[in-house]
């Protein structure tokens, strides 16, 4: 005996509403939106330059390869937390912070047109902990 029979008109809607559900969750292709406008406040510490993630350890910044520390925090332009592995291969102009004691990359914010065209200190410069004599003159 068949005490709830169902109808063909409940199944359709039974299956439109699961497939509506199953696209809402699935999830998008990882991109980056633009900035909703928001003033964003930086460090002074925070410098400039280029980040490229190459895995969710390691990233090239300013072409120059550098470990991601453990706690690293990638911010859109929306101040919203971006996954590493969601971004592996693209490349970002960003203002970041590392970490002294390790060198790790440990913060970066992805920057809108905007914030990148204010100016900010690089680090394209290269510093030593050593002085040789051509170094003084």
């Not at 911010?75 to 969601?86: E, G, I, R, W």
Request: positive net charge; proline residues 7%.
């Amino acid at each position: 005996m068949n005490r709830c029979p169902t109808t063909s008109f409940t199944r359709t809607l039974l299956a439109g509403c699961a497939a509506v559900l199953l696209w809402t969750a699935l999830p998008t292709a990882a991109q980056v939106q633009p900035g909703l406008g928001v003033t964003r406040n930086f460090p002074p510490s925070a410098l400039r330059g280029v980040l490229t993630i190459d895995t969710v350890a390691q990233a090239t910044l300013n072409n120059r390869p550098i470990r991601l520390a453990p706690g690293m925090r990638l911010f859109s332009p929306q101040n919203t937390l971006v996954m590493a592995h969601s971004v592996i291969g693209q490349t970002f102009k960003v203002n970041y912070v590392i970490e002294n004691s390790t060198g790790m990359l440990l913060t970066a914010w992805i920057l809108t047109e905007k914030e990148a065209a204010q100016p900010r200190k690089g680090s394209d410069a290269v510093h030593f902990n050593f002085r040789t004599e051509s170094a003084n003159k």
